[in-house]
Antibody, heavy 121, light 108 residues
Framework: QVQLQESGPGLVKPSETLSLTCAVSGNSISSGYHWGWIRQSPGKGLEWIGSINHSGTTYYNPSIKSRVTISVDTSENQFSLKLSSVSAADTAVYYC??????????????WGQGTLVIVSS | SSDLTQDPAVSVALGQTVRITCQGDSLRNYYASWYQQKPGQAPVLVIYDRDNRPSGIPDRFSGSSSGNTASLTITATQAEDEADYYCSSRDSSGSNGVFGGGTKLTVL
């Protein structure tokens, strides 16, 4: 059973960097899947942030690409999200996901429970 | 604005069939996936690869696609199917994920 668990500060000050980690169990992070982050602002829809594959190749949402870094730690079987220069608009529930997309198929098949990050001074 | 367009809200009578649609140019090249989200919960994948259901998803959920439109159909809709539904695919570049704005399904 694949499980993902987000962790990180629930409160970040404006202009600082948001940092989250996703611990993966039940599946090696080097298994060939992509791993990604998706967020949801309060009362709003889902927004794809980006993903990383097992070899470290990253793909980022163009709208926030300049502020996003996703990385993998294979020794800890986890991956991380860093979002710099945050503002109130970055307040959201952040989900880590296993991205099973391949070829013509797009699929996020396992999700963490989500963690709420509030940007406020 | 999203590359994928969904109706904001749809309603269906208990036991009836409902179709939720998702439109976007990228759907001509990539298959949509569909996610169900209930209040306070993480989304759950219900359809992928156009019309495949993950283990545990009832067979009353089905998917289809034609041209630039993907559809999620729920037959014999149950009260527990009341939720927000999101489609997802690639953007026009083919490199990035994108979600529709979501459809709130109300079961009457």
């Amino acid at each position: 059973q694949v499980q993902l668990q987000e962790s990180g500060p629930g409160l970040v000050k404006p202009s600082e960097t948001l940092s989250l980690t996703c611990a993966v169990s039940g599946n090696s992070i080097s298994s060939g899947y992509h791993w990604g982050w998706i967020r949801q602002s309060p009362g709003k829809g889902l927004e794809w942030i980006g993903s990383i594959n097992h070899s470290g190749t990253t793909y980022y949402n163009p709208s926030i690409k300049s502020r996003v870094t996703i990385s993998v730690d294979t020794s800890e079987n986890q991956f991380s999200l860093k979002l710099s220069s945050v503002s109130a608009a970055d307040t959201a529930v952040y989900y880590c996901v296993r991205d099973a997309s391949a070829g013509f198929v797009v699929s996020f098949d396992y999700w963490g429970q989500g963690t709420l990050v509030i940007v406020s001074s | 604005s999203s590359d994928l367009t969904q109706d904001p809200a749809v309603s269906v009578a208990l036991g009836q069939t409902v179709r939720i649609t998702c439109q976007g140019d990228s759907l001509r090249n990539y298959y949509a996936s569909w996610y169900q989200q209930k209040p306070g919960q993480a989304p759950v994948l219900v359809i992928y690869d156009r019309d495949n259901r993950p283990s545990g998803i009832p067979d009353r959920f089905s998917g289809s696609s034609s041209g630039n439109t993907a559809s999620l159909t729920i037959t014999a809709t149950q009260a527990e199917d009341e939720a927000d539904y999101y489609c997802s695919s690639r953007d026009s570049s083919g490199s990035n994920g994108v979600f529709g704005g979501g459809t709130k399904l109300t079961v009457l």
